[in-house]
């Protein structure tokens, strides 16, 4: 692998302005194809999207389009999120169900690849694993006919908060589409290390995810998440041990980049998309690439 085999992914709050998770609107305020030709001319090949935003697109410009805008500025990777309560009852598991159905819908449209989800999502204490287990396993034989992987984002604020906790939820599960997302703020916000991520197998290391964190939380976890996040190399993370170890577990895959901050949702979109790719990529020189 050369560093020009790095594919990108920038995620969506780190080009979709000033929107923010939990947002009274989490709708870009930046046209789909204003965000995608300065991603593409940048030297972004992937890029993510809220349902909410990508059904805003859909309605503006009509799938094909939506796929043509894609296609035209070189965007071969686009994923979807975030799917919560998919382990509950009532009416949240309910509206859980029909999310799901919609972000299958638009992921067979467009050929997506990943659609993010969070287990237990502000739940405290232990999580219901064999619920999860039982219902993870149906969400990924509904994906893997469309070539959808589902990925569990395991969060600081979530009940599924450690890789640990994840892999519970996998292990012998009998998926081939199941697995976790590492993101480096997620690791170490939650106390753990690159040690940590080598324990992974690398079947169940689905997707990786980059960006830094200040030296303490600003305020509550969720609130330094969402708002005080920093582009890669700018905090206190040892973003190349954790890069490591995701090579050396053997992951080959592209690599999302997730700044989610108030400062950068500000910038103007060719800054904040060139900041977070410039400053990503500079991380990849620290570390030993593998030969294949």
Same mark, same amino acid.
């Given at each position: ?54 059904? +805003? ?29 998919? $382990? ?15 972000? =299958? ?65 996998? &292990? ?13 703020? $997620?690791? $170490? ?10 324990? =992974? ?11 830094? +964190? ?43 980049? &997730?700044?989610?901050?108030?400062? $950068? ?6 800054? +904040? ?20």
């Amino acid at each position: 692998m050369k560093i020009e085999d790095i594919e990108l992914c920038a995620t969506y709050w780190t080009v979709s302005g000033a929107v923010y998770p939990g947002a009274p609107s989490e709708v870009s305020p930046f046209p789909l194809k204003d965000r995608a030709e300065i991603s593409g001319r940048i030297g972004w090949r992937g890029m993510g999207f809220v349902l909410d935003d990508m059904e +805003a697109s859909i309605a503006r410009y009509g799938m094909p389009t939506v796929r043509r805008i894609f296609a035209d500025n070189g965007i071969r990777h686009v994923e979807l999120e975030f799917l919560c309560d998919w $382990h509950l009852d009532g009416e949240k598991r309910r509206a859980s169900d029909r999310m799901y159905d919609r972000l =299958l819908e638009v992921g067979a449209e467009l050929g997506i690849g990943k659609i993010k989800v969070g287990g237990g999502v502000f739940e405290e204490g232990e999580p219901d694993i064999p619920a999860m287990r039982a219902t993870f396993a149906a969400l990924c034989e509904r994906a893997a006919p469309l070539g959808i992987d589902i990925v569990i984002e395991f969060l600081p604020f979530a009940s599924i908060n450690t890789i640990d906790r994840g892999l519970a939820i996998l &292990e012998g599960l009998g998926t081939t589409n199941g697995g976790l997302l590492v993101d480096t703020w $997620h690791v $170490h916000r939650g106390g753990m290390t690159a040690a940590d991520i080598r324990k =992974l197998p690398l079947q169940f290391l689905r997707a990786v995810e980059l960006d830094d +964190a200040g030296p303490e939380p600003m305020g509550t976890l969720f609130n330094d998440s969402t708002h005080f996040r920093r582009p890669c190399g700018e905090g206190v993370i040892d973003i190349p041990a954790q890069l490591q170890a995701v090579l050396d577990v053997g992951y080959r895959g592209y690599f999302g980049v &997730e700044i989610i901050a108030a400062y $950068h949702r500000h910038l103007p979109l060719e800054i +904040a998309a060139r900041k977070a790719f410039d400053t990503t990529m500079q991380q990849f020189r620290a570390v030993t690439l593998p030969a294949n």
